[in-house]
């Protein structure tokens, strides 16, 4: 009984517009002229399926590598999956409304990746997909994907170059000691292969017809590796041996790591109809193989071999069941071969009570490996003993082995779309079934991406253009705030300042923080002088202290301001900006140059140095000069004093000359002389001019307590406001006391402000770029979305085609 898969192989040509309505071909057809036409145009149809079929694989592995990174199928454990009648497989339930609940199924076991499955051993949970999304990343799961799509595309190589072939692989392989090489002595009917009780087989021996030989005759040729170049034509290319040497040959290379292949070259006299490798119709090759188990690097290439053979012949011992490896490799073929031949030998040796239990156990183990095989026991698994047949003979001895050999040459020979074009089409079906699976996932993940990527941009979008409109607004609201706080702390500086001056220049103190010294007398005159001069000083100090913590409080304020403008401006979530205002670090790196201009006066000595003309109000001179400016200054005190003196005597000889007279001035000077001659007034002219200049001493020095302060602070005041001093920035275009201190303040204040509003407008920045990568994140995730759905949709569309192009159907447990 032939399954659902190959039944459109039989007959796809019957009718290209219906292959799959017409009747089935008889198994058993002859291969005759209709045979022939419908195996070539099947053939010709599944090998443009596989030259499609690996152009599909090409463009889904560049776009895995380029556009997007594929996802395995997942298994949702949790939730019932239900799928429909439908021959199409589906990754979630149908949400048609009004369909009744007989079309619809729960599915126990949801439809696994054959050919694309990926399976790494990770233990009991490895038979599960789910357990290989959970485990690794999906980068991981991408490059194990292509890993095995390229080996894919090297199968369909292989396939499409063994359907090329019109000769025929026919693979005897099995566990250790089953009897592989006598079976093959005796469908051959001589004794060829090496066979004893401990494994002899431990090369690949492939026998071809003798008339495939270039001089037709029995011979062994030795070729180095299974994957040289090899020509029967070209001696060059192996290295004959006689048929005799065939068991050394086998026991030399036992131990070889790289064990060469063998080309045996053997004639069967039995007639055509009775002999299956000189059948005078097909070309066909025997290959005995080493035992499954033998070691590593024989199983392994064991496993290799199988992609090149068109027929498998599966030899297991009655008295023993399959290993695990056998059920591997069974396993593994079956993904193409879903009919395996299998010969259970040493039939005889099994007690007739156990014969029925063996072989229920033994097709049992077959049904869970290779359904199809068990399906079509009856042709396909044979119960026999090789040992008991006749070599060299054309006669049978045992109807169950003649039911074997006609079997197997039915199968090989007469059934070629089965055994030669049916494991393509096996391949073929299982692999775009894995492909449009795959699709289907990803589709699945796309659309999820897509609703993802879609509400990001719900939420990210309108965030974003509301910041790009406040960034020019906070901008200039920032700005604002500097420039309205600068300003006002400026002109409550130079405001604070100048007033100070004025009470110095009063004599006054200018902060209630400081008191004036006590006046001990006349002769403490001098040290009284330099303590007025140093509490003036001090009281100026005090006060610049004190505007400076008015700015630094005024300042913090500000700067919480504009903390507060930037926080309100950014969006909720984002962390807000937390950086703390140290008041105390204002003012606290100064330039050098800063100290001229009055900085901390009181703790000068020089500045406390007292002159005569400070004490007798002679305050014309400054307190800070420069040593190159001392004869400058006193040149323009010599020419002030010339041009005072010859100004006074002009006027008075102008007055004198037009009030009085010449002569009244003459007389007035001749009454003075006379007056001075009388002795009554020389008497008292002495006592009374010492009265005067006594009264006029007492007075003065009665005086100094309260005219000393007010002389040194106007002293300090005019030297403050009037003397050229260097500014903060060094240059020399600022003269003013109190100017230099506003802009001493302004430039502080502001440095500290722009920094307060730097780290605002930083944060504001990078949020500003987070939202908008984000943003451009999910357009671009949105577009990657959209064109992997386009492209995957795209990609089931071909697979449909890639079906009908090749007459396949859906494999039975994809259904």
């Known amino acids: 009984m032939q399954s659902t898969i190959y039944k459109d192989v039989d007959k796809a040509v019957s009718n290209d517009s219906t292959p799959h309505t017409q009747p089935e071909v008889d198994s058993r057809l002859g291969w005759g002229e209709e045979a022939s036409r419908v195996y070539e145009s099947t053939k010709e149809r599944l090998l443009s399926t596989i030259g499609s079929t690996k152009s599909l694989l090409s463009d889904i592995q560049n776009f895995n590598s380029s556009a997007w990174t594929m996802h395995y199928p997942g298994i949702d454990c949790e939730q019932p999956q239900i799928s429909s009648n439908s021959l199409h ?15 619809q199924q729960i599915v126990a076991n949801p439809p696994e990746m054959q050919v694309l499955r990926l399976d790494l051993k990770l233990g009991a949970s490895s038979a599960h997909p789910s357990a290989l999304v959970n485990s690794l990343e999906k980068s991981s799961i991408a490059t194990l994907l292509d890993s095995r799509l390229t080996k894919s595309s090297q199968h369909l190589e292989a396939l499409s170059t063994r359907i090329k072939d019109t000769s025929s692989k026919v693979l005897v392989t099995g566990d250790l000691n089953s009897g592989k090489s006598t079976f093959v002595n005796a469908i051959l009917r001589r004794n060829v292969m090496p066979s004893n009780q401990l494994p002899t087989t431990t090369l690949f021996c492939e026998v071809h017809p003798v008339e495939e030989h270039p001089e037709k005759i029995e011979q062994v040729h030795l070729i ?4 040289d170049a090899y020509s029967p034509h070209d001696e060059s290319t192996f290295k004959p041996y006689a048929l005799e040497d065939l068991e050394i040959l086998c026991e030399e290379n036992e131990t070889n790591p790289n064990p060469p292949l063998l080309k045996v070259y053997l004639n069967d006299p039995r007639s055509a109809n009775n002999s299956l490798l000189s059948n005078g119709t097909v070309s066909i090759s025997l290959i005995d193989a080493p035992g499954l188990n033998l070691d590593t690097l024989s199983t392994t290439a064991l496993f290799a071999r199988q992609e090149e053979i068109d027929v498998i012949v599966f030899v297991l011992s009655a008295e023993n069941r399959l290993t695990l490896s056998a059920k591997e490799f069974l396993v593994n073929a079956s993904h193409e071969k879903a009919c395996v ?6 039939w005889d040796r099994i007690s007739e009570k156990n014969k029925e239990k063996c072989k229920k156990g033994v097709l049992d183990q077959l049904k869970s490996i290779s359904h199809e095989t068990w399906m079509d026991r009856e042709e396909l698994v044979h119960f026999v003993d090789s040992t008991s047949v006749e070599t060299d003979q054309d006669m049978d001895n045992s109807s169950r082995f003649a039911r074997l ?18 494991p393509a089409a096996r391949f073929l079906s299982h692999l775009l079934s894995d492909v449009e699976l795959l699709s289907k996932a990803n589709v699945k993940v796309a659309d999820e991406e897509l609703e993802a990527a879609k509400n990001e941009l719900i939420r990210v979008k309108p965030i974003l253009e509301q910041m790009r ?18 300003e006002k702390l400026g002109k409550y500086t130079r405001k604070e300042i100048e007033n100070a001056l004025n009470e110095i220049g009063n004599g006054r103190l200018a ?62 979530g984002v962390e807000r900006v937390k950086r703390i205002f140290v008041k105390e670090a204002m003012f606290k790196s100064r330039s050098k140059s800063v100290s001229t201009v009055g900085m901390n006066l009181s703790r000068k000595s020089q500045n406390i140095e007292i002159s005569p003309r400070e004490i007798f109000d002679t305050t014309q001179f400054l307190i800070f000069r420069k040593t190159g400016d001392k004869k400058i200054d006193e040149d323009e005190d010599e020419g002030s004093f010339l041009g005072g003196l010859s100004l006074a005597v002009g006027a008075i000889t102008m007055v004198g000359g037009k009030t009085m007279g010449m002569r009244g001035f003459i007389e007035g000077a001749v009454r003075i002389s006379n007056l001075w001659g009388s002795d009554r007034v020389r008497q008292w002219a002495a006592p009374a001019i010492s009265v005067l200049v006594v009264g006029a001493a007492t007075y003065y020095i009665f005086e100094l307590p309260r005219m000393i302060p007010r002389t040194i602070g106007t002293s300090i005041k005019n030297s403050l406001e009037a003397a050229p001093e260097p500014s903060i920035t060094g240059d020399h275009t600022t003269d003013n006391y109190s100017e230099i201190h506003q802009l001493r303040v302004e430039r502080e204040t502001r440095k500290v402000l722009r ?3 730097w780290d605002v407008k930083e944060k504001f920045r990078a949020t500003l770029e987070t939202h908008a990568t984000e943003c451009q994140r999910a357009e671009q995730g949105e577009a990657k979305a959209k064109r992997a759905i386009e492209w995957f949709e795209n990609v089931c569309n071909k697979v449909e085609g890639l079906r009908k192009l090749g007459g396949l159907s859906i494999p039975m447990e994809k259904m």
């Open 89 to 103: 497989r589906t990754l979630s339930a149908d949400g048609t409304t009004g369909r009744s609940t007989n079309d």
């Open 224 to 227: 180095k590796s299974v994957r």
């Open 341 to 346: 031949f299998c010969v259970v030998n040493g």
């Open 405 to 422: 050999e006609e079997s197997l040459r039915n199968f090989v020979l007469f059934n070629r779309q089965k055994s030669k074009l049916a």
């Open 469 to 486: 409109e406040k960034r020019e607004s906070l901008q200039n609201e920032l700005e604002k705030i500097e420039n309205d706080a600068v």
């Open 511 to 572: 902060s209630d923080k400081v008191s004036m010294p006590v006046y001990q007398g006349f002769l403490s005159i001098y040290p009284y002088a330099r303590a007025v001069k140093h509490a003036l000083l001090e009281s100026l100090d005090i006060t610049i202290k004190d505007v400076e913590n008015q700015v630094r409080d005024v300042t913090g304020d500000s700067v919480t301001l504009v903390q507060t403008v930037g926080n309100e401006a950014l969006p909720e």
């Open 755 to 757: 920094l307060a509003s």
